[in-house]
């Protein structure tokens, strides 16, 4: 649970009085919530992203814009550019809601636009500085955890075993871009007689797009996560996915691996999630340098209809489709690995936030011909599963009619190779947090997902 604002200021004072007395307070001493503040002293520097060097995001604000009219999207979209836009979530269409991150200056010039709108977030740096907050005292344990081959309950491992292979550890927090390839390559290594490594290829700054193959079925599933940086909840289900596959209770898992062959990519853009943690934690684009702007989007970039619609063609945008198709690597990578892999019956693209379970197409109104008699019931029944799992209420249905229009992105291209059944999925939640969903919604965020992925395994047509 998130700290109010009255406890964080209450923490300061009590830690201000702590400086002051030169004593720590006893737990009993602290206001609840805060017991976890306690510093923890440790020899290993600490991987959590310092403040100092992070962007700041003091005073802008998250609007939320009830779309009415279609001259409402219109000024919206004439003034998306020259007002910075940066659009958290995209549902342009009537009835529909966008969310809009703006600075303080752009916001004055949008409330001049005369549009209807409510404040989502007043200051988006309080909620940065809590998910900070709260991600440093994790970060604490979970060095000490790391240098000392216990738990964070203090259990010792058996053998050679680490904190990496301790589940409800990892999902307790989110991770460094370095713990994140550790712990990866500690499932490859614990599950070597079912599962192995792979690369997709390599990011714009040359890192790996690194992946697990799970299971020898001959029918290919193939996921990932981060494709958009800033949305750190992907990568972290995503794995929550492996872990259930690799060691979890479900016990259809072993039926899986003899059907399917998984494919599994936590980090789709490894360039842009390190910049989410060392400079720019809005960062969603790659690292490609453009003009004075940074970073391709790459989910605007796949080669199938690119640059026809719901993509800028401004560098310094935040959907900027880049140069031409398949000019970021981290894209194309995936692109020729999905068009190279035989019999992939389903694809997976892990976005969020919104709460969305898609299907192609997204450059078109134009369904795909098998959507009323696959795609869709393929959606509707993982939303199902997934509410039944938990109660939390996705929405189903094709890209374009109903969220936007996006060219360029990558599950029409999947569909375009041949892939069975691709779907691009937005996770919780619908706006409190956005992007920095607290971590301690990381394991509901993967239960709900478990159940609605054995959906489609369960009903997905396959050899
Ligand atoms: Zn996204």
Known sequence: MRLSLSQISLTAVVALGVILSTSWPSAEALPVGAINRRPHF????????SAAALKSYDQHRVVRVNIQSEDQLKILTENE??????YFTHEKNIGGNIDIRLTPEDFVKFQSLNIGYTILIDNLQTILDQERDEDGQYQQKWENSKLNKVSMNGVAFPGNDDVFTNSQDWFSGYHSYEDHQTWLQTQIKKYATIASAFSAGKS???????GIKIGNGPNNVVFHGLQHSREWITGSVVEYLIDQLLRGTDSRVAGYLKKYTFHIIPIMNPDGFVITQSSDRMHRKNAQKNGECLGTDTNRNWNFHWNEGGASTDPCADSYMGPSAFSAPEAKNIGEYLKKLPNVVSYIDFHSYSQLWMTPYGFTGKRPDN???YLKPLAVGAVAALKAAGGTVFQAGDIYNTIYPASGSSVDYALSVGVGAPFAVELRDRGEFGFSLPANQIIPSGKEVWAAFTYILDNLKTK
């Open 42 to 49: 440790s020899s290993t520097p600490l991987v959590a992203r």
């Open 81 to 86: 550019d020259s007002l910075h836009f940066d």
């Open 204 to 210: 714009f700054q040359n890192r790996e797009q690194a």
């Open 371 to 373: 959507y009323d008699t």
